[in-house]
């Protein structure tokens, strides 16, 4: 069991040694590896540096998406309040009841009553078939 494990212990250094070959160029001298290191540090360092400045270049293109947006927010915020306002003056013109009198219609043409009778149709046809109809407009 014990030659076992020798066995399985030599192939894995074996196999550690060969992956450390593979790896790149090993340093001959305690200079050559602080070059290497060096080197490796100078490389990192300037990815890290372009990585921080895509960064700060996307998180500025984001702050001022969200700024454009909540300038958009507002200005349709205005938008609606000015609207509900205009709309609440207009709702005080609709007429709350229609007095309606056949006997005035007498004395008219023909004609004129024809007239009168589809205007009523249409406007009767046209509120509930308008996209911006109401329930107030339909009653």
Same mark, same amino acid.
């Given at each position: 069991m014990k030659k076992l494990v020798v066995i399985l212990a030599v192939i894995? !250094? %074996?196999?550690?040694?060969?992956?450390?070959?593979?790896?790149?160029?090993?340093?001959?001298?305690?200079?050559?590896? !602080?070059?290497?290191?060096?080197?490796?540090?100078?490389?990192?360092?300037?990815?890290?540096?372009?990585?921080?400045?895509?960064?700060? %270049?996307?998180?500025?293109?984001?702050?001022?998406? !969200?700024? #454009?947006?909540? %300038?958009?927010?507002?200005?349709?915020?205005?938008?609606?309040? %000015?609207?509900?306002?205009?709309? #609440?003056?207009?709702e005080a013109l609709v007429p709350r009841h229609a007095v309606i009198d056949p006997q005035l219609l007498e004395s008219c043409p023909p004609s004129l009553i024809a007239a009168d009778g589809m205007d009523a149709l249409t406007q009767l046809i046209e509120s509930f078939v308008s996209p911006g109809s109401s329930a107030t407009m339909r009653s």
């Open positions: 894995a !250094l %074996a196999g550690s040694a060969a992956a450390q070959a593979k790896k790149g160029p090993r340093a001959k001298s305690l200079k050559e590896l !602080l070059k290497m290191v060096e080197g490796g540090w100078k490389t990192e360092s300037s990815q890290i540096k372009e990585r921080e400045a895509e960064f700060l %270049a996307n998180k500025n293109k984001r702050k001022a998406m !969200l700024k #454009d947006a909540q %300038a958009t927010l507002a200005r349709l915020q205005k938008q609606s309040e %000015a609207l509900e306002k205009q709309f #609440d003056k207009n």
